[in-house]
């Protein structure tokens, strides 16, 4: 079965071509992140308009990657939910009408489901049943995941999302939108141990996390240390966020007896954490698992993964029309 898969839920336009037979024939990504710079953020707006322009060109793309017609698909999956909602209803809309043409199913699917499923794409594979740390700009999450559709909330964060603690903090240190991958890179050229911050709930006793209060300590530092420890101070501040997320990790494991961890999501991204999740699973004896990079941040190649999963060879979808801005994960049906 050969899937289109449309993401549209942000910043990203991302479509792809996956073949339940042969795996990931060819995915491409156009990012806004140069549009939304300028105004610090995502503008919603500019954001739908934007996945108007590329939806279709992109398609044409990930096509003649993967040397296939429009007639070849089978069905288009696209994200239904969470995200803005004018960007969600660009790509639902699109894919939508794409498979009325065509007359294949349109099948929605849950965004954070294609990040938690991503690594799946990827060589090692990692088998069922797994730990995911979900980590991304909206949400914090770590999961026990017994097979598709299949997610049990182990714990998340009461306040900020890790990505989102990136993106604040970077702010606070004047760096540009967006603040996280900056912010990772302004903490390599800085020494970790000048500043020590706090850990937040590292051993509150349950696999809950808390990011907002590491803001407030990154500011008041800035304001005493000025301009020229901004580089140690995001060393510390990374420090804390890795020191706190691979502490619940392990505790995530030895919880539930697990022996393999998957990283999800956009700060799945940061070197410093990779870097320190395999130390760990050298030391500890378990495995980890990290997506590429460009599997990682939004894509399209998660959701026609997450779409193919969920139609299991089916080549009807109920085709209701609807995207679902807030949407909670652990709701899902097995698929
Ligand atoms: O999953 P994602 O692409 O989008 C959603 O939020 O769904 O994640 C984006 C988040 C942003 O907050 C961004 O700052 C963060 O991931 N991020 C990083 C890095 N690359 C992306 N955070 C820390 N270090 C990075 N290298
Ligand atoms: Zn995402």
Known sequence: MIVLGVESSCDETGLAVYDTDVGLRA??????????????????????RDHIRRVIPLTRQ???MAGLELADLDAVAYTQGPGLAGALLVGAGYACALAAALEIPALGVHHLEGHLLSPLLAQPRPDFPFIALLVSGGHT????????????????????????????????????????????????????GRFRLPRPMLHSGDLDFSFSGLKTAVLTLTKKEGEEARADIAAGFQAAVVDVLAGKCLAALAQTGLRRLVIAGGVGANRALRARLDAEAARAGFSVFHPPLELCTDNGAMIAYAGAMRLGGRTSADGRFAVRPRWDLASLEPA
Do not use: I, N, W
Not at 34 to 39: I, L, P, S, T
Not at 145 to 151: A, E, I, T
């Open 141 to 192: 999450q770590l999961m026990r995941v017994d097979g598709v559709g299949r997610y049990a909330l182990l714990g998340e964060t009461v306040d900020d999302a890790a990505g989102e603690a990136f993106d604040k903090t970077a702010q606070l240190l004047g760096l540009d939108y967006p603040g996280g991958p900056a912010l990772a890179r302004l903490a390599e050229a800085g020494e970790d």
């Open 27 to 48: 995915h491409a990504v156009h990012s806004q992140v140069g549009m939304h710079a300028e105004y610090g953020g995502v503008v919603p707006e500019l954001a739908s």
């Open 62 to 64: 990930v096509l003649r």
